[in-house]
């Protein structure tokens, strides 16, 4: 977009749009998970036997024979080409936050020549792609490149529609011809295994006979913003980074408060009605969007699932995203940190555990007094918190994720527990040894006759807590919005897996004294609160007094960046809780560790090389040649006897010059490669040259609000967040 000519265009072809229209949409129940081979339709399909063998699998974890495999196969595919399929993909996810596929088709052909479509139980078991082509932590080198795929049974498969066709989608795991996970769906299927176990030992001891498998459940907030495509197509930084490296502040931006909750623009209400019908003809249960507080920026919430299946749905759901957005015209970003100034994006993972026989332990029904289970179930959160909370940051940790952590815009980079002031009191007074009946929130009355009284909840909320109960769940708030949720909900499924097998020896003992259940429940959670109380906070975590005594006093650990966060995981004690609760082996945590901290660091190198393009062709172009029209136009006034204000021309030229200069400096301190480590090179990456792409920046962004509005070579925010 270069000159006033392309802007004026683009602007002028947005504001005259067609509007874009949707097919109405058939009734829910019409299209509700139609393109998902789910268990309902498996009953259809499937004999008797069959069917009860896959929905053991589906509940319990049962593995299937080969011959209920073949069966199963046979009905997939009948199901898929009966809808226009003529592919299939084992999907699965690598330890990047993408999502990867290999189509194969049901053709073959047979001795005299004819096609014919085959689907047997081995094809839909088995994948093999290149275990040495995605990002493997050196568990797989280029000689080495065997991998294999293999069917997630309890994870239903779908078919994906595009112009091109139709794809039968199977959510599959993915590991090494040597065992290792290469994904990031086999390490969730066990941290639950791992949660369920030392669940169902803490169930036991609490006189529980009847315990169906426990799994945990997630329900993730998403936010996005949404850009029009002719601003965005000529911003390198947003194509190619996903976030503006370059550009100056609004007059207008989010200050006026008035943009969350508010009416959602025509065009934009169309694309969400668009998108949330393929959601549902998907089973997605898309439950709430809305305008989110920065202009420009939305969100979706879902209804919660089973973590497995919530996380493969969230990868569906952005990738869903984007080509939706595309398709009407926007660039939707899930950069966490896409416009400087403003609110960025989160994904806000909601989480519990429960089954189906002790339901939701994470629900403590009329009071917390009354429910033991519930007290046990949430002193292991507060204990695992405590214990991993640099694990949990390590868990969250992005490039992008760092521009927005410890803003007043989403939690602090301080893993701290918000209880709520009657949990909290509950969990203090366990502390001091003095219980006492808690007080309900009791009744709102407005004193309005025409507004109904309702019951108000017994706490307020905490919008500043990274980890917060809110009422029957936990709420994980500094999630990065491009992130997968599998990475948190894998650790936070194996820090209570570990604090639950302690709540087991523990209660264990106690009861094997002759105590009586209650008080044994009591005296574990006085030692538990005793020992991890101090992550407990209900305050302001935006305030320095808060940082102040949260490392000072209580010992916990501010880690503001991804460079500080990823170390964690070589600490001795993450590498035992992964390997003794069976999740992640010792190789398996090493290569994520060198996995994202590779992406971390080409994710900033990216981003700096971006930063010396644009400002050595796109800016520095446009700045001088405004300084030469500029400066002719001063001589002509100075030949006309007027004096000239040559404030602006200076203005122009002290930061072109001083742009140029830190240019310079990126680009030799991009050229030191003589790192003694990695976490050497990550610092540098966090500090040397995030610090020099900053400087470089402040010039770009001066030089925008002098430089005449008509040769300003990219789209200003003003366009990009308002203009829809």
Request: charged share 20%; with cysteine; aromatic share 8%.
């Amino acid at each position: 977009m270069s000159g006033n000519k392309s802007r004026v265009q683009a602007i002028y072809e947005i504001t005259n749009r067609k509007p874009m229209t949707v097919n109405s949409p058939q009734s829910l129940d019409k299209i509700w998970a139609c393109d998902v081979f789910n268990i309902a339709k498996m009953e259809d399909a499937l004999s008797k036997n069959a069917f009860k063998a896959v929905k053991k699998t589906v509940q319990t974890g049962t593995p299937l024979d080969k011959a209920t495999a073949d069966i199963v196969a046979a009905a997939m595919k009948e199901w898929a080409i009966s809808k226009g399929v003529k592919f299939f993909s084992h999907i699965f996810y690598p330890m990047t936050n993408v999502t990867a596929e290999k189509h194969d088709g049901f053709i073959i052909t047979n001795s005299d020549g004819r096609a014919i479509t085959e689907f047997t139980g081995s094809l839909l078991i088995k994948g093999e792609p290149d275990g040495s082509s995605f990002p493997n932590g050196s568990i797989r080198m280029t000689n080495a490149a065997r991998g294999y795929t293999a069917w997630d049974p309890t994870s239903p498969a779908y078919i994906m529609h595009t112009d091109n066709g139709a794809t039968l989608m199977i959510p599959s795991v993915f590991m090494s011809w040597t065992g290792e996970a290469l994904d990031k769906k086999i390490p969730l299927l066990r941290s639950n295994d791992a949660m369920n176990k030392a669940a169902q030992k803490v169930l036991s001891l609490m006189g529980e006979t009847k315990i169906a498998p426990l799994n945990s459940s997630c329900g993730a907030e998403q936010e996005y913003f949404l850009v029009d495509a002719n601003f965005a197509n000529a911003r390198p930084d947003l194509l190619l980074a996903g976030r503006t490296l370059f550009g100056a502040a609004p007059a207008k931006g989010q200050e006026f408060d008035d943009h969350y909750f508010g009416a959602i623009p025509e065009r934009v209400q169309v694309f969400m009605q668009d998108f949330e019908d393929k959601l549902y003809r998907l089973g997605i249960p898309a439950k709430t969007h809305h305008n989110e507080v920065a202009p420009g920026q939305f969100e979706i919430a879902p209804y919660f699932e089973a973590a497995n299946v919530a996380s493969d749905h969230q990868q569906l759901l952005m990738a869903l995203l984007k080509s939706t957005a595309k398709a009407h015209g926007f660039l939707c970003l899930l950069h966490e940190k896409p416009f400087a100034g403003i609110n960025g994006s989160g994904k806000h993972v909601n989480w519990s555990v429960g089954n189906s026989t002790q339901g939701n332990l994470l629900d403590p029904g009329s009071t917390p007094h009354d429910n033991l289970n519930f007290l046990l179930f949430c002193g292991a959160v507060i204990r695992g918190v405590h214990q991993f909370g640099p694990l949990l940051r390590a868990a969250i940790a992005s490039s992008g994720n760092d521009h927005r952590l410890c803003a007043n815009e989403a939690p602090p980079a301080i893993l701290s527990v918000y209880l709520g002031d009657q949990l909290e009191k509950v969990f203090m007074d366990i502390k001091e040894g003095n219980l006492t009946k808690s007080q309900e929130g009791g009744v709102m009355d407005l004193g309005l006759s025409q507004i109904l009284n309702f019951k108000r909840d017994p706490g307020d909320r905490n919008r500043t807590s990274p980890f917060a109960f809110t009422g029957n769940r936990f709420e994980f708030r500094a999630v990065g919005s491009a992130q997968s949720v599998s990475g948190p909900l894998i650790t936070m499924n194996t820090m209570l897996a570990d604090s639950l097998e302690w709540i087991a020896a523990k209660l264990g003992a106690e009861l094997d004294k002759g105590v009586d259940q209650a008080e044994a429940v009591i005296n574990v959670l006085k030692e538990l609160i005793n020992e991890h109380g101090n992550v407990v906070f209900g305050g302001d975590g935006y305030s320095s007094d808060w940082h102040l005594m949260a490392i000072e006093e209580r010992g916990l650990k501010n880690i503001p960046t991804t460079a500080d966060a990823l170390p964690v995981l070589r600490d001795e004690s993450v590498k035992a809780l992964f390997k003794n609760t069976g999740v992640l082996s010792p190789v398996e945590l090493e290569s994520r560790y060198e996995v994202y901290s590779e992406q971390y660091i080409l994710s900033i190198e990216v981003e700096a090389k971006l930063v010396i393009d644009i400002a050595k062709t796109k800016i520095y172009p446009a700045a001088i040649n405004y300084f030469s029209n500029l400066a002719e136009a001063c001589s002509k006034m100075t030949e006309m006897n007027v004096e000239p204000d040559n404030s602006i021309t200076k203005t122009i030229a002290d930061e072109a010059t001083a742009m140029i200069s830190a240019v310079k400096k990126l680009s030799e301190a991009m050229k030191k490669h003589d790192f003694s480590s990695t976490d050497e090179h990550m610092q540098y990456c966090a500090n040397d040259i995030r610090g020099l792409m900053d400087e470089v920046r402040s010039h770009a962004d001066a030089l925008e609000v002098e430089v005449a509005d008509e040769q300003w070579p990219l789209a200003k925010y003003h366009e990009m967040l308002f203009i829809k």
